[in-house]
């Protein structure tokens, strides 16, 4: 069964720490992986689309890394409009392939 | 700039009535969603449309119809609402098969 999982549930950083966060994946033939941003009572802001293992994107203060069983998201020296929800989610090749499923989530807060 | 609009931020309803849940983008894109979001599930397909009055059933389609009599307006209706539909609706669009999807702002709807 296809699955997407997020850890940690939440983090709490200073602002400055660094850190990561992972999406690791099970799904039958990847036809991408995408990150979203969550403001809380909004919809989901895209951030980045990987498509293959190796691959890497930088936007600002993010960094979202591909291997064949999970994703990061690098996070350099957070400020507090960085505090959000970030959201993983994967297509598969076949079957509905639009289809995204989405894991629940990392809740970030940065504090100053 | 993609924009994906829903008719509503906040809706509250009683139980048994029929609700309509507007969507509309302005980025011609072919494909439109429609997502609930519940705290500790993630997000979760309802239905999506690949083409004007062409749907296919997502993971919850129960108690939910659609209609897409245009291309950029996607319509979510809730036959009989129950107070376990309570939830944030987010609809999105994208424009081919493997590309990101792009989210409104979400409507929060209360069942009361």
């Known amino acids: 069964e296809d699955q997407v999982t997020q850890s940690p549930e939440a983090l709490r950083l200073q602002e400055g720490e660094s850190s990561s966060l992972n999406c690791s994946y099970t799904v039958s033939g990847l036809r991408g992986l995408f990150w979203y941003r969550q403001d809380p009572g909004k919809g989901p802001e895209f951030l980045f689309t990987l498509y293959s293992a190796g691959e890497e994107k930088e936007k600002e203060r993010l960094k979202a890394t591909l291997t064949k069983k999970e994703s990061f998201l690098h996070i350099t020296a957070p400020k507090p409009e960085d505090s959000a929800t970030y959201l993983c989610a994967v297509r598969r090749y076949g079957g509905a392939t639009n289809k995204l499923i989405f894991g629940t989530g990392t809740l970030l807060a940065v504090q100053p | 700039d993609v924009k994906v609009t829903q008719s509503s931020r906040y809706l509250v309803k009683r139980t048994g009535e029929k609700v309509f849940l507007e969507c509309v983008q302005d980025m011609d894109h072919e494909n439109m969603f429609w997502y609930r979001q519940d705290p500790g599930l993630g997000l979760r397909l309802i239905y999506f449309?690949?083409?004007?009055?062409?749907?296919e059933k997502g993971d919850i389609p129960e108690g939910y119809s659609v209609s897409r009599e245009k291309k950029e307006r996607f319509s979510l209706i809730l036959e009989s609402a129950s107070t376990n539909q309570t939830s944030m609706y987010l609809c999105a669009s994208n424009l081919g098969q493997y590309t990101e999807a792009f989210f409104g702002q979400g409507t929060r709807l209360t069942v009361v």
């Open positions: 449309s690949y083409d004007v009055k062409m749907k």
